[in-house]
Nanobody, 126 residues
Framework: QVQVVESGGGLGQAGGSLRLSCVAS????????MGWFRQSPGKERELVGH?????????TDSVKGRFTISRESGDDKNTLDLQMNNLKVEDTAVYFC??????????????????WGKGIPVTVAS
């Protein structure tokens, strides 16, 4: 079993910074991919960025140069942080941490299970 819990966020100002953290507890070798998604009212959930185990962070175009994702692996938990700089009003959303759970040897698209946190709201004021 794995538990995914987000923290941080809250209210920020345009041009300011906020930081989100995600702790995923469980069998860490099975946490193949970890990422941040966000969902604004009336919109579909979208990928902010993600890091595959042993890889580099990949970001959606709208946050490149402003957001930084970092991942740390431990014995019984992994952490995924999202540093958000130069915030924009359009960054306002509920942010979700996702873990792609895969315990096999060779990963292929769709072979893992998506595990989500409950989400944490971020509001950016102008």
């Amino acid at each position: 079993q794995v538990q995914v819990v987000e923290s941080g966020g809250g209210l920020g100002q345009a041009g300011g910074s906020l930081r989100l953290s995600c702790v995923a507890s469980g069998v860490t070798r099975c946490m193949y991919d970890m990422g941040w998604f966000r969902q604004s009212p009336g919109k579909e959930r979208e990928l902010v960025g993600h890091i595959v185990r042993g890889g580099s962070a990949v970001y959606t175009d709208s946050v490149k140069g402003r957001f930084t994702i970092s991942r740390e692996s431990g014995d019984d938990k992994n952490t995924l942080d999202l540093q958000m700089n130069n915030l924009k009003v359009e960054d306002t959303a509920v942010y979700f941490c996702q873990v792609v759970w895969f315990c096999g040897v060779v990963y292929s698209s769709g072979s893992g299970a998506d595990i989500w946190g409950k989400g944490i709201p971020v509001t950016v004021a102008s």
